[in-house]
């Protein structure tokens, strides 16, 4: 079936430093999200990638979407204590016209120390 | 209101009891999905309701049964659950599927369930 690989699993990091978390897709997807969750929390939407190629960036995040919608990529610059928690990617795969699921990567957990 | 909200937070359950997991959304979303997440896992997807039709179910045993009694509820009912099955379980909705721009999915706090 439809398996979206993210990696590292773990990285842990100097505050200041960057950090990167990459998925890869075995088959093209229809979008690619990406959420956190906190230690104890429950995940939260972070941002959304539709078209082939796209660029996002939302302050000290950078998200970027493979030519080939199969790969994706979340990058931090210099880390704070608050971006501690596990990132996860999550590509959309449509069932129908009325209905599909996320298929979510095993998750990057960040740890920074301070 | 942009938030999904699902009681109780927390539930200890004997292998012979029946209980219910409930969630509730105000933000007019036409999907909605029970989630089952174990620790330093991804959510793992169990069922997803389409306009309050049941469309997708991830084989899930029939231990847990989901009902949507209308667009802004969803239950999980459970009955005779094994050790196993303690998680975190998850409720989410999203807008609708018909414009792949609409698919975020908004998750609620979650049930952290212990089955004895």
């Known amino acids: 079936g439809q398996q979206v690989m993210q990696i590292p699993q773990y990285q842990h990091v100097q505050e200041g430093e960057d950090f990167t978390t990459y998925c890869n897709s075995s088959?093209?997807?229809?979008?690619i999200q990406w959420y956190k969750q906190r230690p104890g929390g429950h995940p939260v939407f972070l941002i959304q990638l539709v078209k082939s190629g796209e660029v996002k960036k939302q302050k000290r995040l950078t998200f970027q979407f493979g030519e080939a919608k199969k790969n994706s990529s979340l990058h931090i610059t210099a880390t704070q204590t608050t971006d501690v928690g596990t990132y996860f990617c999550a590509g959309l795969r449509l069932i129908s016209s009325n209905t599909g699921k996320l298929i979510f990567g095993q998750g990057t957990t960040l740890q920074v120390k301070p | 209101d942009t938030e999904v909200t699902q009681t109780p937070k927390h539930l200890v359950m004997g292998m012979t009891n029946k209980k219910s997991l409930k969630c509730e959304q105000h933000m007019g979303h036409r999907a909605m999905y029970w989630y089952k997440q174990k620790a330093k896992k991804p959510p793992e997807l169990m069922f997803v309701?389409?306009?309050?039709?049941?469309?997708i179910n991830e084989s899930v045993p029939s231990r847990f049964s989901p009902e949507c009694p209308n667009s802004s509820l969803l239950n999980l009912h459970l009955h005779a659950l094994q050790p196993e099955d303690s998680a975190l379980y998850l409720c989410a909705s999203s807008q609708e599927f018909r414009r792949v721009s609409y698919n975020e999915q908004f998750f609620g706090p979650g049930t952290r369930l212990t089955v004895l």
């Open positions: 309701y389409s306009y309050e039709k049941l469309s």
């Open positions: 088959t093209t997807l229809s979008n």
